[in-house]
């Protein structure tokens, strides 16, 4: 990219979602990358400076000053004298006033543009979900085993966070202006107002977003392909190839969560108990490999654990057995063994 011009427009606030694309991938890279970025911004702060010192009339500042002083301290020569230092003294302290005023204020923007933006991590148990407003007022629902990094206050022209692993639903407030960045380890998915949800948990072999209301584009981070979302439309992106599918669906059926509603619509039972394992914070242990392809359909509203593996049990022709005593390696977790009911 032509760092220069793409830097140039962030600077000014002209910048739109495919440069912040490239410069922070480009700001990423190294530190070198950040280094000369400050540098740049320090030369851009000082040829933009929130006053213009050229602006300032110091021969007016000047006769209104001594004038006050004339008035009090022309009826002696000793007046005369003291008259005469203030205004030696005058004519060299205004020009530095200003001058160490102005270098004060280019001081504090290059402190603030080198200064890191504070950064919040929060990490949710396994068997909870939870939530956390944003410094714009946008709403993120995290659900178990979810960790997610955003800045305390948005400062730049962009609102990036990080979903570092997990589940999460954004409601983000409308700003074309500033995009609202969600970066994960395989896409980054940018939006200026809607709702949508991402699931991007380490074990499973896809990730999904789910756009409920809006627009969003993803960016895949191998290819740098844009994929365009509409409302109603489901991502599946495949991480072992980068390859991706983009249909019309229920979108609530994958955010459902957010109301402590769980929906499963063809789906087989591996994924299931790899949902329970992540609400209930529990093992799985699958005895008989075939188990993990039946097809399963059901929604569960309010039901305890021990009341979803009953009606497991029943539907499927198959056992869960808590062997958690068997099992002391995985702490603080109970295991269940699974396996098929011989007739």
């Known amino acids: 990219m032509k760092n220069e011009d793409i830097i140039t427009r962030i600077l000014s606030g002209n910048a739109d979602p495919a440069d912040v694309k490239a410069f922070t ?57 003291t008259n005469f230092m203030y205004r030696a003294a005058a004519i060299l302290f205004i020009p530095l006033l200003i001058a160490t005023l102005y270098l004060y204020n280019q001081n504090a923007h290059r402190s603030s543009a080198g200064r890191p933006t504070a950064m919040q991590t929060i990490s949710v148990p396994y068997g909870i979900t939870s939530s956390v407003e944003l410094s714009d007022g946008s709403t993120v629902w995290l659900n178990s085993g979810t960790s997610f990094k955003y800045p305390v206050q948005f400062d730049s022209n962009v609102r990036q966070v990080e979903l570092i692993q997990g589940e ?75 390859s991706y599918s983009l249909r019309p669906g229920n979108v609530y059926n994958n955010y459902a969560w957010i109301d402590g509603i769980t929906i499963f619509r063809d789906v087989t039972l591996k994924e299931v108990f790899n949902k329970l394992e992540q609400k209930y914070n529990v093992k799985f242990m699958i005895q008989d ?49 699974v396996s098929k009911i011989r007739k």
């Open 168 to 242: 999460a639903f954004f409601e983000v407030n409308a700003d074309p202006q500033h995009p609202f960045i969600v970066n994960t380890n395989h896409i980054s998915v940018t939006a200026t107002g809607t709702r949508f949800n991402v699931n991007a948990y380490p074990n499973e072999s896809s990730l999904y977003v789910s756009l409920d209301k809006g627009r969003v584009n993803i960016t895949d981070h191998i290819t740098q392909k844009l994929i365009a979302m509409s409302p109603g439309e489901i991502l599946n992106y495949n991480k072992a190839d980068n």
């Open 25 to 81: 991938a480009w700001l990423n890279e190294c530190e070198e990358n950040k280094t000369e970025f400050r540098r740049l911004k320090n030369i851009w702060d000082a040829t933009h400076p929130a006053f213009n010192p050229a602006q300032i009339d110091t021969r007016k500042a000047e006769s209104r000053f001594f004038e006050k002083i004339g008035k009090e301290q022309r009826s002696s020569r000793i007046a005369a004298f």
């Open 289 to 337: 490999p075939e188990i993990n392809s039946y097809p399963y359909h059901a929604t569960f509203e309010n039901e305890s654990l021990s009341e979803i593996l009953d009606l497991l049990e029943e539907g499927n022709a198959i056992s869960c057995k808590d062997i958690s005593k068997q099992h002391n390696e995985v702490k603080g977790k109970k295991v269940y063994q």
